[in-house]
């Protein structure tokens, strides 16, 4: 059993912003299975499917961003979900805009959200998909992930959505490993 999260801050007012893309990658990734978000539980909207048999639990934390881990230690405990088979789907301003980076593991580095799961799972060991949204050069880092995307960068950004949904899937049947080597965007 498998849980992909994709991170971001409930609520209309925070739809479209840069903080705001594991949420929409998950949007995508429903969309492509036919799957709707329809159960609320664990302080996050969910569902499930199956991917070549396996079961996935899909979910948006509805705890907003520093947070997330809440939520997400509450479906891994009600699931029995190993860490190692939590994919965490997030933006990563130490990214430059529009790259894509898979990892087994690693540190939250600046990412608040990262921080709140890492530290109620107690380890690092669990991939992510971290979604490049660029640094700002003049403006507050909390007002820039809190701002929407321009529309030549939204469409930048929804195909690397695009990509990371893909990217989740390959991590699931073939291993974080297959889709490093076929999702990271050099």
Do not use: W
């Not at 609520?11 to 949007?27: L, M, P, S, W």
């Not at 690397?160 to 990217?167: L, N, P």
């Amino acid at each position: 059993m498998y849980l992909i999260v994709g991170l971001g801050n409930p609520g209309k007012q925070y739809a479209g912003t840069r903080h705001n893309i594991g949420f929409e990658t998950v949007d995508h990734i429903c969309y492509k299975k036919n799957v709707k978000l329809d159960k609320a539980k664990f302080n996050a909207v969910y569902s499930e499917f199956r991917l070549d048999g396996q079961r996935i639990i899909i979910a948006k934390p509805l705890t907003y961003m520093n947070k997330s881990g809440n939520a997400v230690m509450d479906i891994a405990r009600y699931y029995k979900i190993e860490t190692e088979n939590i994919i965490v789907i997030y933006d990563d301003v130490d990214l430059d805009q529009g790259k894509l980076r898979i990892r087994p593991n690693g540190s939250a580095g600046t990412h608040n959200g990262m921080k709140s799961i890492i530290f109620q799972l107690q380890t690092e060991d669990f991939p992510r998909i971290r979604i490049g949204i660029g640094r700002p050069s003049n403006m507050d880092l909390a007002d820039y992930v809190l701002q929407r995307f321009s529309p030549e960068e939204a469409d930048l950004i929804k195909d690397v959505a695009i990509v990371a949904a893909k990217a989740a899937d390959e991590i699931i049947l073939n291993g974080v490993d297959s889709a490093m080597n076929k999702y990271n965007i050099r």
